[in-house]
C-alpha cells in the first residue's frame, strides 16, 4: 500500500530577530517518490502565527504546492525514560557525596589525631629542648611535620567540602527536574500540512518559515575610553531573549530594526464625535463596531518578509555558512539589517544572551562641564563622531570604562552615519573650581522710591592636570518674572553675551598650573517694601 503521507525532519536554518518578534526559516530534505500527497511538519511552537506560515522549495523534481493547513497536536510524552535517567544521576551523585564524606571523616581523624599530638608533646618537648636532650634540628624538624600535616588535611578537607557543596546544587537542580518530569501533562505544538503534487521521483527540499512571539534584541555598548590615545573603543552588542518554546542552535542570525508588528496599512482615522452620554447598550455596540474595524485592518496587513507559496525546478546547489560571526550592516530608509551569520546559538530559556555585531575605534576629543552654582566639581566629556561610512547606532544602554576603571551606566541615543555623540565620564578632580560672592552691596539711598541691591560673583578655576584644558562654565544672573524686579547686567569679565533666561556660559582654555578667574557683577531694583524671593543664592 502507498504511503501518500511523508513526516518531514527540519532544522532551523536562520532566524531574523525583531525588536518584538522573529521571523523563523527551517529546511527539510526528502526523496520524493512520485506518489506523495501530502508533507506534514510536527511538534513546532505555539507562539508561531499560524497565519504567518510560508512555505516554498526547491530539488530535482517538480512539485506543486497546493495549500497548507494548520492543526494543534496535544500530546502526553512518555516520561518513563527520563524518570529512569534522572533516578540513576541522583543515586551516582548520591553514591559520590557518601564517598566524599567518609574522606572527610577520615581527614578528621587525622587531623584531630596531629592535634593530639602537637597538645601531647609540647611540654615534653620542650622540657627536652632546655635540657639540651634533643637539638634544635630535631625540634624543627618535628614542626614542621606538624605544620604541613596540619595545612595538607585543612586544604584536602576544604577541597572536599566544595567538591560536597557543587554535588548538592546538582542534586537539588535534579530533584526539580524529577518532580517536573513526573509531574504529566499535556504538551501542545502545531503540525503544518503541506498539500503537494510531484511531478516525479527525485530530491525535494522544502522550505517553512513562520513569525514566533516571546523574542526581541535590544542594542547593548561597552564605551572604553582610553585618555593617552584619546580614542573609543565601541563594543557594539546585542542582547537577545527568547522563550519561543524552540531552540535556536547553530543558526544563522540576522537582526533588523523593522516593526512588522505595526503592518503595511495607516490606521483608519475615524470622525471626532462629541454627544450626550448615551445608553450603556449603545456604548457597548459602538466599541464591538470599533474592534471589528481594527480587526479588519490587521487582517488587511501582509506577513512581514515572507517568501510567497512557490516551488521550482532547479538542481541542488550547495549551502555555505560564514566561518565567523561577522555583522554585515545594511540600511534600507530607516530600518537597520545586521547580518550575523551562521553558528548563533540562543536557547529559549529566557535569559539575555549576548551576540558581537562589531568593535571599532573612534578618535574623540574631551571637554569639561562645570556648573559651580550647583557643584564644585568639573565633569568630563568625551566627544566623537561615528564614521560616515558606518553604521547607525541604535538607542540602547552603554557601559562606559574610562582607562580601563567602571564609570557607570549611560543610555546611548540614535546616532546616524557622521553624526556626533557625547560620553559622559564623571567627576574629573584636576580640576579645582570656587563659586564665591565677592560683593553685596545695598543702597541706603532710594532712587524713585526703589531700592538697588548689588551682587559680584568670583569664579575660580585652577588647572592641575598636565595639559591645556578646554572648559565650558555656566553660570545664572536672576531672571525677573515681574516688572516691579528689575535686573541689570553691570559687568561680566572675561565678556560674553548672556543667553536667555540670565544664563552665563564660558568657553575657556585652561592653561596648565594656572588659575583663571570669572567675574560678573548684577544689581537688582525693587520698590521699598516689596520682599524679593529667590535671592538666597
Known amino acids: ?43 513546532l511552537p505555539t507562539t508561531l502565527d499560524p497565519e504567518s506560515i510560508r512555505v516554498s522549495g526547491k530539488g530535482s523534481v517538480g512539485v506543486k504546492i497546493q495549500g497548507v493547513t494548520t492543526d494543534r497536536q496535544y500530546t502526553t510524552e512518555p516520561v518513563a525514560d527520563r524518570i529512569a535517567q534522572l533516578t540513576a544521576q541522583i543515586d551516582r551523585l548520591g553514591a559520590d557525596k557518601r564517598r566524599i564524606q567518609s574522606q572527610i571523616d577520615t581527614l578528621k581523624l587525622q587531623s584531630n589525631f596531629i592535634q593530639g599530638l602537637r597538645e601531647k608533646t609540647q611540654e615534653s618537648f620542650s622540657r627536652s629542648l632546655a635540657r639540651q636532650q634533643i637539638g634544635l634540628e630535631d625540634t624543627q624538624n618535628f614542626l614542621d611535620f606538624i605544620g604541613t600535616k596540619t595545612t595538607e588535611y585543612a586544604v584536602a578537607g576544604e577541597d572536599l567540602r566544595q567538591q560536597q557543596q557543587q554535588i548538592d546544587k546538582q542534586l537539588q537542580s535534579l530533584r526539580l527536574q524529577l518532580e517536573e518530569v513526573e509531574t504529566p501533562y499535556s504538551k501542545e505544538s502545531y503540525e503544518v500540512t503541506i498539500s503537494v503534487e510531484p511531478a516525479g521521483a527525485g530530491d525535494f527540499q522544502l522550505e517553512l518559515s513562520y513569525v514566533v512571539a516571546r523574542a526581541h534584541w535590544t542594542p547593548l555598548y561597552d564605551l572604553r575610553v582610553q585618555s593617552t590615545s584619546k580614542t573609543i573603543q565601541l563594543n ?42 448615551a445608553p450603556i447598550m449603545m456604548r457597548q455596540r459602538s466599541i464591538a463596531s470599533k474592534s471589528a474595524d481594527m480587526m479588519e485592518i490587521s487582517a488587511a496587513a501582509p506577513a512581514p518578509m515572507m517568501a510567497t507559496m512557490s516551488a521550482f525546478e532547479r538542481t541542488e546547489e550547495p549551502i555555505y555558512l560564514a566561518e565567523t560571526v561577522v555583522a554585515e550592516v545594511s540600511q534600507q530608509g530607516s530600518v537597520v539589517t545586521f547580518q550575523l551569520g551562521g553558528g548563533g546559538n540562543i536557547p529559549s530559556d529566557g535569559n539575555p544572551h549576548k551576540v558581537t555585531i562589531f568593535n571599532d575605534n573612534f578618535p574623540c576629543q574631551f571637554e569639561y562641564i562645570a556648573m559651580p552654582r550647583l557643584v564644585s566639581f568639573a565633569y568630563l566629556q568625551a566627544k566623537a563622531k561615528n564614521r560616515a561610512d558606518g553604521a547607525t547606532l541604535l538607542p540602547g544602554k552603554a557601559n562606559i570604562f574610562r582607562d580601563d576603571v567602571f564609570v557607570g551606566t549611560s543610555n546611548l541615543e540614535n546616532t546616524a552615519p557622521g553624526q556626533e555623540f557625547k560620553l559622559n565620564l564623571g567627576i574629573d578632580e584636576g580640576l579645582k573650581i570656587d563659586r564665591e560672592l565677592s560683593e553685596r ?51 561680566i569679565s572675561p565678556q560674553i553675551q548672556p543667553g536667555e533666561l540670565g544664563r552665563l556660559v564660558w568657553e575657556l582654555d585652561l592653561p596648565v598650573n594656572q588659575k583663571t578667574e570669572i567675574n560678573y557683577q548684577f544689581s537688582i531694583e525693587h520698590p521699598e517694601g516689596v520682599r524679593v524671593q529667590g535671592l538666597d543664592i
Not at 264 to 276: G, H, M, V
Request: charged residues 20%; proline residues 4%; neutral net charge.
Open 1 to 43: 500500500m502507498i504511503n501518500n503521507q511523508n513526516l518531514l525532519d527540519t532544522q532551523i536554518v536562520a532566524v531574523t530577530v525583531y525588536t518584538d518578534r522573529a521571523l523563523v526559516n527551517r529546511q527539510g530534505q526528502i526523496s520524493l517518490m512520485g506518489t506523495e500527497r501530502e508533507l506534514t511538519v510536527s511538534n
Open 236 to 277: 557594539y552588542l546585542a542582547e537577545i531573549v527568547q522563550t519561543t518554546g524552540e531552540d535556536w542552535t547553530n543558526v544563522s542570525l540576522i537582526l533588523s530594526t523593522a516593526k512588522p508588528g505595526l503592518g503595511t496599512l495607516p490606521p483608519k482615522l475615524d470622525p471626532w464625535y462629541i454627544d450626550i452620554p
Open 441 to 491: 552691596q545695598v543702597d541706603k539711598t532710594f532712587l524713585a522710591g526703589n531700592r538697588r541691591i548689588t551682587y559680584a560673583y568670583r569664579l575660580s578655576v585652577t588647572n592641575l592636570l598636565n595639559t591645556l584644558t578646554h572648559i565650558q562654565i555656566s553660570d545664572l544672573i536672576p531672571h525677573s518674572r515681574t516688572e516691579q524686579i528689575k535686573v541689570k547686567i553691570l559687568k
